[in-house]
């Protein structure tokens, strides 16, 4: 099992939380790991969706990147023709 550990909490964002766990049928801790996982994700996407954009802003680099994505295209299609 893994461990854990206590947290102090507002009570309103504690209110919140046993709502949303008794609606999801999960005790609170599960309910924080879900939140905690999600937030988490969203971070990580939001900071790749950031990077890609400035990605796309800069000409040079962009072209570089659909050239790369280019080569690895033909490689893959290469590597599977005849296989089955």
Do not use: H
């Not at 709502?19 to 801790?29: D, I, P, S, Y």
């Not at 990580?44 to 990077?51: G, I, V």
């Amino acid at each position: 099992m893994i461990g854990t550990t206590t947290i102090r909490v507002s009570t309103k964002t504690y209110q919140v939380l046993k709502e949303l766990a008794e609606q999801e049928n999960v005790n609170m801790t599960k309910m924080v790991d879900k939140a905690v996982e999600k937030l988490k994700k969203e971070k990580f996407f939001n900071e790749l969706n950031s990077a890609f954009t400035t990605l796309q802003q800069n000409p040079k680099q962009w072209k570089e990147e659909q050239d790369e994505r280019e080569q690895w295209s033909n490689t893959l299609g290469d590597s599977s023709e005849g296989v089955r």
